[in-house]
């Protein structure tokens, strides 16, 4: 299933659009062995990712952006 949505950093105020795709089961290629196997996270009005996973790291959360990665995989992993 593919879940969007924005989310405002808690510690910068920066919102970030997300998209993700997740299951219901948990899986090898899913972060952290869990249920997300795609993420993509970037800064509202810009056009280039500050994270990207497709069943592995392509470019990895940053310190600017770990707050909102973990708000997302609380919510969806």
Do not use: Q
Request: glycine residues 10%; charged residues 30%.
């Amino acid at each position: 299933m593919w879940s969007e949505g924005i989310i405002t950093c808690p510690l910068t105020g920066v919102k970030y659009e997300y998209w993700v795709k997740h299951y219901e089961e948990r899986s090898p290629f899913g972060i952290k062995g869990g249920r997300i196997s795609k993420l993509t996270l970037r800064k509202v009005g810009e056009s280039s990712d500050v994270v990207n996973y497709d069943r592995g790291w392509d470019i990895k959360p940053t310190d600017e952006v770990k707050a909102v990665y973990t708000i997302i995989l609380s919510k969806y992993n």
